[in-house]
């Protein structure tokens, strides 16, 4: 099948009519929430085919969440990661100074933590002189990080240089600061962190509901950062495939079209519609469409903003967020058969084994569906070209 415009839609319709939804619009294991998995009843599937604010700075009164920022998107740079004036590698007293007072102050071996209302600062302390001099233990002479090694922001009442802050809208921060380097999904918590480094530092925002719960600065943690070995085989698919996007893009909800599925343990699907060539998982969020009986994936597709893409868009989300976040297509189509135009965007994987798919409504500028699926090769989007 060739991916025309009349094959984009008929794959919607199979999208949006099994889902019953219209349109409306580091996977980690979790354990169940829905319920029993036998509550939802199968069914046959023939039947249903900024402007960058000051560093240091407070939300002001008429700062509204619900406003759509401006596409920014720009490199962070070394104040990206400050919060209130409090900036990584300060000493504890610059932060007093700005903050005053702490609420308390934990102190350990190690780290020394001070917290104010919204906000706390982990402060690696020095070693004592009696510990430094021994020959038998192997500890830095000198502390790594000194000073403030994490900054964590928890409250409503700080913003970030860019104008984010807890309670902001999941949107505005890819709008803000561009696609993350990494967008993982936490199961167990229902959440995600998008994570961006840059400048020697992290920076992290925790997303729950579609909403930033928490922002943290630090330096690098190797568990969230890209490792070196991607950024260099990151930087070879740029040298040899330069305007086609990375293989991970290609996944939606840790699914990759062409791979076995494996019901996973972090999720409790909602429903399933089955025949005997084909069966699809509904999760929130999410639709996994499977051949039978081997459940080779055919088709992921997101169903709204409680499951977002690599790159942290969503359902519902601006197509010039979309536009923001991810390279020209390799293929555009565009109905006007009614009044109400649809856009259809296509990305083929370097390898042209996947196919990623963006549905937008071109009268409201909207994502109205996302979708990863196998592509067939013998009608590669390419040969159109």
Not at 114 to 121: E, F, I, K, Q
Request: a neutral charge.
């Amino acid at each position: 099948m060739k991916y025309t415009a009349r094959a984009a839609a008929a794959v919607l319709f199979i999208l949006l009519a099994a889902s019953g939804t219209g349109w409306a619009g580091a996977q980690t294991a979790a354990g169940p929430e829905n319920g029993e998995k036998g509550k939802a009843v199968s069914q046959s599937m023939d039947a249903v085919p900024a402007v960058p604010s000051p560093a240091v700075q407070k939300k002001t009164a008429g700062f509204e969440d619900s406003v759509l920022l401006p596409v920014d998107g720009s490199p962070l740079t070394a104040g990206d990661f400050s919060f209130s004036g409090v900036s990584l590698g300060e000493p504890p007293e610059k932060a007093e100074q700005v903050m005053g007072n702490p609420i308390s102050v934990s102190e350990g071996s190690l780290h020394k933590e001070y917290r104010w209302s919204g906000l706390t600062l982990t402060v690696n302390r020095s070693f004592p002189y009696r510990y430094m001099i021994r020959g038998d233990l192997s500890i830095p002479k000198t502390m790594e990080n000194p000073g403030v090694s994490r900054i964590y922001a928890d409250g409503q009442t700080l913003i970030t240089r860019r104008g984010i802050s807890v309670g902001a809208r999941r949107e505005n921060v890819i709008r803000t600061y561009g696609a993350p380097e990494q967008v993982l999904w936490d199961g167990t918590r229902k959440c995600f962190y998008f994570v961006y480094s840059g400048s020697g530092h992290m920076l992290v925002f925790t997303v729950r509901n579609d909403k930033v719960s928490a922002i943290e600065a630090a330096y690098p943690d190797a568990r969230l950062v890209l490792s070196a070995a991607q950024q260099n085989q990151d930087a070879f698919q740029k040298r040899v495939h330069p305007g086609f996007l990375y293989s991970r893009d290609f996944s939606l909800a840790g699914y990759t079209p062409g791979h076995l599925f494996q019901e996973p343990s972090w999720d409790m699907w909602e429903k399933k519609v089955v025949n005997s060539r084909e069966e699809i998982w509904y999760y929130p969020g999410y639709a996994v469409r499977m051949s039978m009986p081997d459940k080779k994936i055919l088709m992921v597709f997101l169903r709204t903003p409680q499951m977002v893409t690599s790159r942290g868009l969503a359902v519902g989300d601006q197509l010039s967020t979309m536009e923001e976040l991810y390279v020209a297509p390799q293929k555009m189509d565009t109905d006007v058969s009614s009044d109400k135009p649809k856009n259809t965007y296509f990305y083929i994987s370097p390898n042209q084994d996947q196919v990623l798919i963006f549905y937008a409504d071109g009268a409201q500028g909207t994502i109205q569906g996302v979708l990863a699926s196998e592509n067939d090769k013998e009608a590669s989007l390419l040969s159109d070209r």
